[in-house]
């Protein structure tokens, strides 16, 4: 889904950059209006013209095509190297043959379906008129089909900002997520206890209790947790809870995440206590079965009950366990995903073979980690350690993808934003130099340089307030389609929409104050005197 939005954003801002051309073809038109209507009373033909104005589009295609690919190629040199390494094969991305026929393809397409219409209006000349009064004759259809385009590419440029709008403020609403637990001064790793020394549990409980010993007295380490999970990476196992003096459910509504964890684990992980305890080394093999679970699960089950002291087990053939401790919510499987059940038991009555172990420590990465290996290997020189990473690595990485994709939308914005002032700028520019003999008039008559800047500043705010409603509603209509990529933001979000109108209308405004600004300095007479 990631992958089709950038490519809506792509082909909006390719259907911006096209609607400019047509516009400038049209220009360029009407410039040339005397010049066509010349040829075509010396015998010209319409397809001749019709011809060489295609081509002429072509070639402007071709060039632009070509920009484009070296843009790109440099664009991902740049992508590449720029330390991205979250993103998964980031570094196997690059430009191949299909994609540079691709690129012709599209440029050239481009260049003959949107220069096919200009160099059909520019081929039917009429002729009396523009041998009698030059090339401002017959352009009021020019000019209304160059208003429409830039209403067009306002609306198209209001849709990509938005969007852009949205992701942006989803993407800070996910920074503000609290994970449960702080991320900082916090190494991870993973150990697979997968030897055959290993295959029974009292020696994977041995080899805890020996490794969880022997890094606590590391110089600098402030807590060790031990578990099967790695918090925002996803939950491995998860188990249906059944609950003593109650039905069994069979659906997902029972389903909760399970983890084994050593005493220290929400110490290292800096996750609060609610209701309880944690466990303690007396919750041994043999003790009675004890459980923690989180705060969902609590209220998921016992939303009006107190939990502590309530039996529960996930394996029929084992005896209930009672919940004596209630811990806050921990983000096991990312930032974006709602809170879900967990329960959790301690190592010494359920070891596992895989362990994450999560070191708390304000010592640097790789001083830490040395000391970490280092005693490892002193309880086993052949048992490798793994995944090493800081767990602000390990979020970072969880949203490295949704960063690249927000980076990536919020550059075509800025483009299609660029390419929508350039319109707006070059209608009201065409218009200004079409319209010399009428503002000369107007000034001559009395009309102030405000009066004159207010008309063109309000006919380029037609279009950019027309541009924007049909906008509105596009974005509207395209909403559920950006809604999956969404966190806490509604894809209707009332601020978004208000900011990225102010935002399009302001900078579309600074687009026509320039030629407005020029209008205020024609001269009466010198207008005059050359028409």
């Known amino acids: 889904s990631d992958l089709l939005i950038l490519l809506g954003a792509v082909t909006l801002v390719l259907l911006i950059a096209c609607a400019n051309v047509t516009s400038l073809m049209l220009s360029r038109a009407s410039e040339r209006y005397k010049e066509i209507a010349i040829r075509t009373a010396l015998g010209a033909s319409r397809w001749r013209i019709v011809r060489q104005l295609l081509l002429e589009s072509l070639l402007l295609a ?35 043959y299909s994609i540079f026929i691709f690129t012709v393809t599209i440029s050239m397409l481009t260049g003959l379906v949107f220069g096919l219409a200009p160099a059909l209006v520019a081929a039917k000349p009429d002729l009396s008129s523009a041998l009698k009064e030059g090339s401002r004759s017959a352009t009021a259809g020019r000019n209304r089909l160059r208003q429409t385009l830039v209403i067009a590419e306002v609306a198209l440029a209001f849709v990509v900002l938005i969007g852009a709008g949205l992701l942006l403020s989803s993407f800070a609403r996910l920074l503000a997520v609290k994970p449960g637990f702080n991320p900082q001064h916090l190494l991870t790793m993973r150990i697979g206890l997968t030897n055959q020394q290993y295959i029974k549990s009292v020696d994977r409980k041995r080899f805890v209790s020996e490794l969880n010993a022997r890094l606590e007295g590391v110089p600098g380490v402030e807590s060790v947790g031990i578990g099967d999970d790695l918090p925002i990476a996803g939950t491995d196992s998860s188990t249906t809870l059944k609950i003593q003096d109650q039905p069994a459910v069979s659906d997902d509504s029972a389903s909760v995440g399970l983890h084994v964890i050593n005493p220290h684990y929400f110490d290292a992980l800096g996750t609060r206590l609610l209701k309880g305890r944690v466990f303690t080394e007396r919750d041994a093999a043999g003790a009675p079965s004890v459980f923690i679970i989180n705060e969902t699960l609590a209220h998921r089950f016992w939303p009006n009950e107190e939990p502590l002291g309530k039996r529960v087990r996930y394996n029929s053939a084992d005896p209930w366990g009672e919940i004596v401790g209630v811990v806050e919510d921990v983000k ?19 070891a596992w073979s895989f362990l994450v172990v999560t070191i708390r420590s304000p010592l640097d990465q790789s001083t830490l980690l040395a000391a970490v290996q280092r005693e490892v290997k002193a309880l086993d020189p052949n048992l490798p ?87 509105l509603v596009s974005a509207f209509a395209l909403q559920r389609v950006i809604g999956k990529l969404l966190y806490g933001v509604s894809p209707t979000d009332p601020l978004t929409f208000t900011m990225i109108s102010l935002l399009l209308i302001a900078v579309a405004l600074l687009a026509c104050w320039i030629p407005a600004r020029r209008a205020t300095k024609v001269d009466p007479l010198t207008s005059l005197r050359n028409e």
């Open 62 to 96: 071709g060039l632009g095509g070509a920009g484009g690919w070296l843009f790109a190629y440099w664009s991902v040199q740049v992508i590449v190297v720029s330390g991205l390494s979250t993103i998964p094969r980031l570094s196997e991305m690059g430009l191949d």
């Open 385 to 471: 350690v793994s995944n090493v990473r800081m767990m602000e690595d390990v979020i970072a990485q969880s949203l490295a993808t949704r960063r690249f994709v927000l980076l990536l939308f919020g550059f075509f914005a800025g483009l299609a934003l660029l390419l929508a002032t350039i319109g707006i700028y070059g209608v009201l520019s065409a218009s200004v130099s079409q319209r010399t003999r009428e503002l000369g008039i107007r000034m001559a008559l009395g009309a102030t340089a405000r009066n004159v800047g207010r008309l063109i500043v309000g006919q380029g705010l037609k279009l950019i307030l027309s541009g924007v409603v049909i906008g």
């Open 332 to 350: 096991f499987d990312g930032l974006h995903l709602a809170s879900t059940p967990h329960l959790f038991e301690p190592y010494q009555q359920n």
